[in-house]
């Protein structure tokens, strides 16, 4: 199981992760920027798109 909890302000979200079979964990600051999320960093793209 994979838990993700996202803290939310108007101009940027705090993201962590878990991940309850392996113990790898993760956070990342995603900064807004007119409106638009920052692109995150290439290791949290990976990690979420092996969920």
């Known amino acids: ?8 302000h108007p101009s940027w979200q705090q993201v962590s992760w878990l991940d309850m079979e392996t113990g790898e964990t993760g956070e990342q ?8 999320a ?5 290791s949290m793209s990976n ?3 092996r969920c």
């Open 29 to 36: 600051k995603l900064v807004h920027a007119g409106g638009e």
């Open 1 to 8: 199981m994979v838990l993700i909890g996202c803290d939310f």
């Open 47 to 49: 990690w979420l798109h």
């Open 38 to 42: 920052v692109r995150p960093s290439s």
